[in-house]
């Protein structure tokens, strides 16, 4: 099992930006993918973005353009710089990783809260 922790949510203004991070607690050896997801209150979590060991790279359309997903292997950690923030932006954001291991579900983090205020 591989253990997650995200950090860089908190409360901003529509406009604004904020640079999430992942750490995961070892390294992932072998083909994997790291992505983000997020879950605002009353609604099903949806993915937002995901990216290969490789650095090839998607995002979601409501994100496009806005965010984008990096990834540091050296580090083990994987980032979402958001930029242009929204309202509906607003949710907890999960970091998810699937590998050899745990191809099905992949491990989460606990999440970390974005606030967008409009």
């Known amino acids: 099992q591989v253990q997650l922790v995200e950090s860089g949510g908190g409360l901003v203004q529509a406009g604004g930006s904020l640079r999430l991070s992942c750490a995961a607690s070892?390294?992932?050896?072998?083909?994997?993918?790291m992505a983000w997801y997020r879950q605002a209150p009353g609604k099903q979590r949806e993915w937002v973005a995901r990216?290969?060991?490789?650095?090839?790279?998607y995002h979601a359309d409501s994100v496009q353009g806005r965010f984008a997903i990096s990834r540091d292997n050296a580090k083990n950690t994987v980032y979402l710089q958001m930029n242009s923030l929204k309202a509906e932006d607003t949710g907890v954001y999960y970091c998810n990783v699937k590998y050899g291991g745990n191809w099905a579900t992949g491990d989460w983090g606990q999440g970390t809260q974005v606030t967008v205020s409009s």
């Open positions: 990216i290969t060991a490789e650095g090839n790279s």
């Open positions: 070892r390294t992932i050896f072998g083909p994997n993918v």
